[in-house]
């Protein structure tokens, strides 16, 4: 028997190379490195293509049972041969494919079997096989995304020569759908809704999913919880758990998970009321642009769930520590499942406790708030973008004050930046000041080399004091007036509130004028107009107290400057030189004549502005 052997050739996706032989008995393929042998009976074989491709010519081969083999990198002098074997050994006719290269990106497409083919002008642009689609999602209310797994033929021997693989492609579906009775699209739903009017993108999601099973995935189904609150990606979503694999169905989004790719559990508490399930993915799950390292859940709890595993006896004593029947919280039954599906061990929190007993401490990442949690191994920081970092990964910790300066708000928190050895360096900021004692003998137990920046806490609290002090001062000095700051002296300040206190009760104020015992029938007169004898009672109300003037010029003058800041507060300067009293005595000299012609001057401009309020307190009195 004569056998007809190519060699390097592909088979399938895989990246190796191997050798295929026809003979009267069937088709083989072998691989080089690791002898993988793939074997088609003589009677299996039913069709033959032969396709243009990326690896030179293809040969397809279709089988009783509807599959298909493809084998890449023949030669086009090699159609003949192939052509007149096939015919001779298996009377099978090698159908030559037509294969577009106009190069559009507008055409049909067309799922044929187990594949997706995009046709341009009735010929193949590309095809997509369907089980390689891990994801299929609506990217918006036209488009389409798929996202595809990643080859699991790559091994470690094979992956320095692994090609690059597309990760996602994205379809615009413009347009609308009407769903035929009785179509695929519409057999999830109610025969009410059948014949109604939907997006064709709806109907292309749908038609993907259930060809590519992650739609109703082919399967039994060993447990499922719906509702289930995941904050990483935010939203609720429905948890299938599979033998294999892991299903999250959400309102936009749908995921299939394999187990294989978890590669750590995390059960921690968040706070008395709540307890957050991690799963840590070594291919992240990704939402547009988007990529999410980190499945955060969160249950409450308190919530319990009974539940009963659709597996046999003989299947659940294959997996470690798992149970027939559940009775106990949801977070417990959740993360005792996965524990045995996935065989991972769960990372709970070690022995660390902050100041009130929780296992993590809150924390910033630059404009982010989390919850900084100290573990046996690592320091993990669960947050919209979570972070996991390694103790063995870290070079050394700086425990420092930035930000708030000297101040009280300083020296309520603190910051730890971690520098790592390899990658940059992460500073955590806003930590409660109470939290310093536990983190600093978590890290030494942890023989982590540490570095303390912190100012010592009483030059802070002095620094604070004196800062808060001259705050408190220049609030009380200022009052609402603006120049308070540049008057020098106790005496001013009390002078200028005895002012104050004239001007004020020149408005009728009861209060102030009761306080005042000797003040009465002045202030009644002054209300009523009459400021003669203001005048000559506030002279003896001030030679009582500080007996700095006794001419009836400095009253004057006194009492202007108590008018003057009603009109204009902004001019202070003859106030600064009242202590000394020959410059007091100058200045009254000096401002005699002014007295004198400002009654009549100003008191239409006074009575004009003040008016309305003069007339209300005649008619009050």
Not at 227 to 255: A, C, N, Q, S
Request: charged share 35%; net charge negative; with cysteine.
């Amino acid at each position: 028997m004569s056998t007809t052997q190519f060699d390097k050739i592909y088979h399938g996706l895989s990246p190796e190379v191997g050798k295929f032989r026809v003979a009267n008995s069937g088709m083989a393929w072998k691989g080089e490195e690791n002898e993988k042998v793939v074997a088609l009976p003589s009677g299996d074989i039913k069709w033959a293509q032969w396709f243009r491709v990326a690896r030179n010519f293809q040969l397809r081969v279709g089988l009783k049972d509807r599959r298909r083999e493809t084998f890449d990198g023949f030669m086009r002098e090699d159609h003949d041969k192939l052509a007149s074997l096939l015919k001779q050994y298996f009377a099978v006719t090698l159908e030559v494919k037509d294969v577009t290269f106009k190069g559009w990106n507008w055409g049909v497409t067309d799922i044929q079997g187990q594949d997706l083919a995009f046709l341009v002008s009735n010929k193949t642009a590309f095809e997509l096989p369907l089980n390689q689609v891990a994801n299929s999602n609506i990217a918006g209310k036209t488009e389409v995304s798929l996202e595809f797994a990643s080859s699991p033929s790559a091994g470690k021997k094979s992956s320095r020569n692994a090609p690059d693989e597309m990760t996602e492609i994205r379809f615009y579906v413009p347009g609308t759908h009407v769903r035929a009775r009785g179509s695929d699209a519409g057999s999830q739903k109610s025969d009410d809704e059948e014949g109604e009017e939907m997006s064709a993108a709806q109907a292309f999601h749908d038609a993907i999913k259930e060809k590519a099973e992650i739609g109703q995935v082919a399967g039994d189904l060993v447990l499922s919880f719906e509702e289930v609150l995941v904050l990483t990606p935010r939203g609720r979503y429905d948890l299938d758990m599979f033998i294999d694999f892991l299903r999250l169905r959400g309102k936009t989004y749908d995921y299939k998970i394999l187990y294989s790719s978890i590669s750590k559990l995390f059960l921690l508490p968040k706070d008395d009321q709540h307890v957050l399930f991690i799963l840590g993915l070594s291919t992240p799950i990704r939402q547009g642009q988007t990529r999410y390292q980190y499945l955060v859940m969160q249950f409450a709890r308190e919530e319990e769930t009974t539940a009963e595993l659709n597996m046999s006896e003989e299947d659940i004593a294959k997996y470690d520590k798992l149970k027939k029947h559940y009775e106990d919280p949801t977070f417990e039954v959740v993360s005792g499942v996965f524990r045995a599906l996935s065989k991972k061990k769960i990372i709970s929190s070690g022995a660390f406790q902050s100041r009130s007993g929780h296992p993590g401490i809150k924390a910033n990442f630059k404009a982010v708030q989390g919850d900084l949690f100290m573990l046996e191994k690592y320091i993990f920081f669960v947050s919209k973008q979570p972070m996991l970092i390694e103790l063995s990964d870290i070079h050394q910790c700086v425990f420092s004050r930035v930000g708030a300066g000297v101040g009280a708000t300083a020296a309520r928190t603190f910051d730890l930046k971690i520098i790592t050895k390899g990658g940059p360096e992460l500073t955590f900021t806003s930590i409660n000041k109470e939290e310093h004692e536990p983190v600093e003998s978590y890290l030494k137990d942890k023989k982590i080399k540490l570095k303390n920046e912190m100012v010592p806490d009483v030059d802070l609290l002095a620094a604070g004091a004196g800062d808060s002090d001259e705050e408190m001062q220049s609030v009380a000095s200022s009052g609402d007036e603006r120049p308070r700051p540049r008057v020098g002296g106790d005496d001013d300040d009390s002078e200028e509130d005895e002012d104050f206190e004239a001007s004020s009760s020149d408005e009728g104020s009861p209060t102030e004028s009761e306080s005042d015992s000797s003040g009465g029938g002045v202030t009644a007169s002054d209300a009523s107009g009459d400021r003669e004898l203001a005048k000559g009672s506030k002279t003896k109300k001030l030679s009582k107290k500080k007996a700095k003037a006794k001419e009836k010029g400095s009253d004057d003058e006194d009492e202007d400057e108590g008018e003057k800041p009603k009109k204009a507060a902004a001019k202070p300067k003859p106030k600064p030189a009242k202590p000394k009293k020959d410059d007091d005595a100058m200045d009254v000299d000096d401002e005699k004549p002014k007295p004198k012609p400002k009654p009549k001057v100003k008191s239409t401009p006074k009575d004009d502005e003040d008016g309305p309020a003069k007339k209300k307190q005649k008619i009050s009195i």
